[in-house]
């Protein structure tokens, strides 16, 4: 769906729903274990890019099992008395799926971050960058219509100046392009200059 979004890379996982005012982020990843709502308004327009090493935890780990396997062999084809060059050939192959593992691991993975009120990023793979993007794309795209529905319309009680302000900000917060606030100025322009009871 949508307006849902799930990663899952390793051992981390995140959860994202655009709800109708808001984000909803669920992190359980190496650096955070959050759940929390971030407001439309907290979301900026900014998003960079950070890449991250893997974890050396993982290194360790497929190191020691390397160790360990390679320990295993020594002892089997001493204790049976086989020649050392099948234990070699046993643990080339092994190295050589070490070293791939381990070139994984350094190369990382890549967050692609929004500037927000509270933490907000998105663990980026091959495989889901093209499903992140267009899930970015349509939270921006909800944020402002959120907006554009809240405060793009003329209200006859508020004054002249606190309407322009409203739609000067939608307008450099990039909510609204310059057409939509030409068409809207104009519309309240004519509104406040051919409405008798209106007051500048």
Request: glycine share 2%.
């Amino acid at each position: 769906m949508e307006n849902k979004l799930e990663i899952k890379y390793r051992n981390q996982k995140q959860s994202f729903e655009i709800l109708e005012d808001s984000l909803f982020v669920h992190l359980n990843t190496l650096k955070h274990q959050l759940e929390y709502k971030i407001p439309f308004e907290e979301i900026k327009n900014d998003i960079y890019t950070i890449r991250n090493k893997g974890d050396k935890k993982d290194a360790f780990l497929y190191f020691s099992i390397f160790i360990n396997i390679v320990l295993l062999f020594f002892v089997f084809f001493e204790n049976y008395k086989i020649d050392l060059i099948y234990v070699y050939s046993g643990i080339f192959p092994l190295t050589l799926i070490l070293s791939f593992a381990l070139n994984d691991i350094n190369k990382g993975f890549e967050e692609k971050h929004i500037e927000s009120s509270k933490i907000l990023y998105f663990i980026c793979s091959k495989k889901n960058k093209i499903e992140i993007d267009i899930f970015i794309k349509t939270l921006f795209e909800k944020r402002n219509a959120y907006f554009k529905n809240k405060c793009f319309l003329i209200d006859p009680i508020l004054p002249y100046n606190v309407q322009y302000e409203r739609y000067i900000w939608l307008y450099t917060n990039k909510y609204i392009d310059e057409n939509e606030f030409e068409i809207i100025k104009e519309d309240l322009d004519k509104y406040f200059n051919f409405n008798p009871n209106s007051i500048v």
